[in-house]
């Protein structure tokens, strides 16, 4: 926990309601940590918001709010066949 607050203390609420919910386990905690690493950070942090507002704390559709929140700017699909560069 003091890991994910270091590098966002944003997370503080979010964090203290995930705890909550989990009780003791700790691989929920690790797999928002290893999230909040690997995801840009903003997209990460709107798509806390939104889990905060809807009290949603399932780490799997978490994890697929900050895709669809990146999805425009890493997953860009070329539709144009001419312009293949192959």
Request: overall charge negative; proline content about 5%.
């Amino acid at each position: 926990i003091i890991e994910i607050l270091q590098l966002e203390p944003r997370l503080t609420n979010y964090l203290a309601d995930l705890k909550r919910q989990i009780g003791g386990r700790r691989a929920p905690l690790r797999r928002l940590l290893s999230m909040l690493q690997e995801y840009p950070r903003e997209a990460f942090l709107a798509a806390i918001a939104l889990a905060e507002k809807y009290r949603l704390f399932d780490l799997d559709r978490l994890e697929k709010m900050v895709l669809r929140e990146i999805a425009h700017d890493y997953f860009v699909l070329a539709l144009d066949p001419e312009n293949d560069d192959d």
